[in-house]
Every structure is written in C-alpha cells, then in structure tokens.
C-alpha cells in the first residue's frame, strides 16, 4: 500500500457544515473532510479518465482520500479519545497546551478512586502524540438573505455559517492500494503539482474556500500500536465510521464480524461512542445523496478475540484495517488505529518531544528608507485586516441586538429598534476627533459617555433601550458599546469609527 501526504493552509475562511441541510442551525466541522478532498480531484479529473479508471480512482475505496486534520509546527494531531475523562475536581486538565496525564483518566480501564461527581469528559479537540491539545478557531459570521426581485436585504431573513478561521494549518493524506495503476497515482501527483489552490466548503464563489494544498515529503507519523494484542480488541477512530450489519442496514453497534474483524465479542463497559447522521450533496447531480449514520471519530470500540492470534493473523489484521473499515472509505470514513499504544494504560504516556535547536538569528534590516517604508506598510495592511474583522463581527453582535429588542420591547418593523444613522453619524464624527487628540482613547470615551452633553446621552432613548445579547443576557446599546470601546485600547478611534460608518451603512441598505 502506498500513500502521500498533503500540506493544507486555509487562506479564507472555509465553511464545512455537519449537514448539507439549507435550514436551522449549521455546525461546522472543525477538519477538512476527505470527500471535499475527493470532490476537488474528481471535478478535474473524472472526464479525462475512462469509466473504469475512475471508478478505481474516486468509487472502490481502493484509493481513499483522508481527512486533513489540525497540525501544529508540522506535527499531526487525533481526534480526542472518547474514553479520556477528566477528574471532576481538577480543572488544571491541560497546561500551556499540553495535556496533563496525571490529571487524565481512561475509562476503558476502570473508574478512578475518586468520590462523585467523578469524572467529567474532555472537551471536543485533538491530541498529538506529544500530548499538545489543539482545538482548531471557529467563527460565526450572520448574514442577511438578499431578495432576488429588488436587491435590497429581505425582511426578517437572515443566515449564518461557522467557519474555520483563516492562516490555519491541516495535515491529510491519500492512500492507495498496491493494485492501483501507476498512472493514476502519477495522475493524482500531477494535479496537486499544478494546482496548489483549491476551493472547499460553502460560499466558494463570495469570500470563502480558498485553501493552498502541498505535497509533503515526510509521511504522517501515525498512532502507534503494540507489537500483539491479548484477548482484547480496541478501535479507535480517526474518523467517522459507516458500519452496515450482515443485512445491508446501518448500525451504530457493530460487530467484529460487520467490520470485517476476527470473531469477537463485544465490551460494552469499555465502549465509548457517539454518532451523527448527515446526507451528502452532490454538487455535479445536484441532488442530496442517502442519509449516513455514523459513528463519530473519536469514538472508542473494544472486542473480547474469541480465539488468540498468531503473529501471521494480526499483520493480516493489522493491514485489513489500515485500508479502513466499514462503507464510503474512498471520502475519508472508516480510518481507525488498531490497538493503539496510547489507549493501553490508565493515564496516557505521551512520546517526548524532541529539544528545541537553538533559531539562527534573523538577519537584521537594511538601514535603508525603502525597507523602513515596506516594513511600516506590511504592519499597516496587517493591523487594518484585524480591524475590518473586528468590526465585522460586531456589526453581527449589532444586528443579533437589534433583533432581540425588537422582541423585548414589541416594536414592529417600521419602528425603530436601535440607534438611527444620525446618532451612528455622531460616533463616527467624535471617532475622527478623538484620533488626533492625545490620550485619544480618554478622549473618545468621554466623548461618547462623559458629560451631559455626550453623544450616548443626548438621545438616551435609543441608547439605554433594553436588549440582550446572543446568550441572552440583558444590556443596553450604551453598554455594548462600552464594551467594544474596551476591547480596543491601542486604537479604539480608527475601530469605533469603522464600526460607525458600517453601522451607518447597514441603516442604508435597509428598505
């Protein structure tokens, strides 16, 4: 069997929902996906392939696009083991990112001696094998549905999605068997060659998608497993898996024998699994596919052998699941780590990580204008984007606001809910005085909440009306405010005053 490995990062936000569902709530997946992975290659290469290549290549699981999942410095990182809990008195859990292995307990090997509440399980994220904890940054950006007859935002229509916060990294890769031709692997190698950017998720055409994908040389350092496992079986899955019994139906309790293992019995007191169940869209049929019901990466399954295994039985064994298990292993599913050595103890023996080699020093700037000037305007364009994605954010805390004190207060549409584009006017115009004055950031808080005579004050009606934020906590405009001024001491006049003016503009775009 053969296998590449595959450098992502994220240049735009990317949006990779749980469902394909266009309604409700829309979780998003916190890894790149293999079947977007699949999905990129397929809409390339599919036409250009006969019908049996590609069958080979993108149907028979026989080449299997991984997931891409977080990595940190160039080192991958797993799914948390459900089986990992935490004691319910001992928060310090995880130090400087670092999981604490004294503090962390697997169930698999029995309850810890400790009065209830017991345990409590570890938060959703990944695992290194040097014990780094990574939890990849999501975002939440609200939109509002723009009507088809006359351009302008529709009433009571808005949207959002969860992302993947841009500048992050991810590690997958594409295996494939030893009987796959070597012209679809060479094919495969070519594409990535002359395609380093690929577009991924929701929104591709608007702000989002964008990912540089490269070959890695070095191959993914995978969980390690012991040498010969005993009577007992573990499974721990590096992603969803789609188990179907011996009738063809999906289970989320599958035997040794539906997986394709030696008989076994199952344990259930040293099972730890959870599950979803989504339908796939197919963008080139435009249709949604069946509902899967999988189990979640994660989870942990264990077996009792019927029988003991010879060394000739658990390579065979060893190799049948490192071609994964279970249905749809060409997009990702069914990768698992047999008897992984991380899960044999109590608490997790993490490997050592290697010592830091001392950073040759940067060499120093030319003393020159032109590179003083470079450096001043990379700073500026660098300041300037964690300022517009600052105040993107709060025009969403904004409108979430406007929402809730509608409800609150039992407005109608026609009346006005927050404050009008005059008074945003006013903040904007007290933003622009305050940048040249000394203590700027003094300055424009009193400008805004000082005397009598304060732009917060001169219209109270509007800025001290009662409100709630996302998590329904009651406040007021004024007190939003306030708070967006604090987060913001090195430059809270350029920040209010671009919240200002977007605040200004969303006023206008409303019908």
């Known amino acids: 069997m053969g296998r590449f490995s595959l450098r992502f990062e994220l240049l735009d936000e990317v949006v990779i929902s749980s469902r394909a569902a266009s ?10 996906p293999g079947a977007n992975l699949l999905g990129a290659v397929a809409a390339v290469l599919y036409r250009t392939l006969s019908r049996r290549d590609a069958w080979t290549l993108f149907h028979s699981g026989q080449v299997r696009f991984g997931n891409a999942l977080p990595a940190l410095d160039g080192e991958p990182a797993w799914p948390l083991p459900l089986c990992w809990h935490r004691s319910a008195d001992q928060p310090g859990w995880c130090e400087r990112g670092r999981i604490r292995a004294d503090h962390v307990h697997n169930l698999m090997h029995g309850c810890p001696d400790v009065p209830p509440p017991a345990t409590l399980p570890l938060p959703q994220g990944y695992v290194a094998l040097s014990g780094q904890y990574l939890k990849p ?6 939109k509002t549905v723009v009507s088809r007859e006359n351009g302008h935002p529709a009433e009571e229509r808005t949207f959002g999605y969860e992302s993947l916060a841009e500048g992050q990294h991810f590690l997958g890769e594409i295996a494939y068997d030893a009987e796959v031709a070597t012209g679809l692997v060479t094919a495969l190698e070519t594409f990535f060659a002359a395609r380093p950017i690929l577009h991924f998720g929701r929104s591709r055409s608007a702000q989002y998608g964008r ?14 497993r012991l040498d010969l496992a005993g009577p007992e079986l573990s499974l721990w899955l590096l992603s969803d898996l789609a188990a179907y019994d011996r009738h063809g139906f999906p289970t989320l309790t599958p ?9 076994a019995d199952p344990l259930p007191r040293q099972t730890f699994a959870a599950s979803r169940a989504y339908s796939p869209y197919n963008g080139f049929h435009q249709l949604y596919g069946s509902e899967r019901q999988v189990l979640s990466q994660g989870s942990v399954l264990a077996y009792r052998l019927r029988e003991p295994l010879d060394a000739a039985a658990w390579a065979d064994l060893t190799a049948r699941v490192e071609r994964g298990l279970g249905l749809h292993r060409e997009a990702g599913l069914g990768r698992c780590a047999l008897a992984p050595a991380l899960l044999a103890t109590r608490h997790p023996c993490f490997a050592e990580t290697a010592p830091a080699t001392p950073a040759t020093p940067a060499p120093g700037l030319p003393d020159h204008p032109l590179a003083r000037w470079l450096l ?4 500026t364009r660098s300041v300037q984007g964690g300022m517009r994605h600052w105040a993107g954010q709060a025009l969403a805390e904004l409108d979430q606001l406007e929402r809730n004190a509608r409800r609150l207060n039992g407005l109608r549409e026609d009346q006005a809910a927050s404050p009008g584009r005059s008074q945003w006017g006013r903040v904007a115009e007290a933003a622009r005085q305050a940048t040249a004055a000394p203590h700027s950031h003094r300055r424009l808080r009193e400008a805004l909440f000082g005397d009598a005579n304060a732009v917060c004050r001169i219209h109270p009606e509007d800025w001290n009306r009662p409100t709630a ?11 939003w405010l306030e708070t967006k001024l604090a987060e913001r001491p090195e430059d809270a006049p350029s920040a209010i005053g671009l919240l200002a003016e977007l605040a200004q503009r969303r006023l206008a775009a409303k019908p």
């Open 211 to 224: 990912v540089r994908c490269e070959p890695v040389a070095q191959p993914l350092a995978h969980p390690p």
């Open 137 to 142: 940054k999501m975002l939440f950006r609200m």
């Open 23 to 32: 309604a409700g709530g829309q979780p998003g997946l916190d890894y790149l």
């Open 469 to 479: 934020n996302a998590a329904g906590h009651p406040l007021t405009y004024r007190d």
């Open 376 to 379: 001043d305007a990379a700073e």
């Open 255 to 263: 035997a040794a024998e539906d997986l394709g293992l030696p008989p």
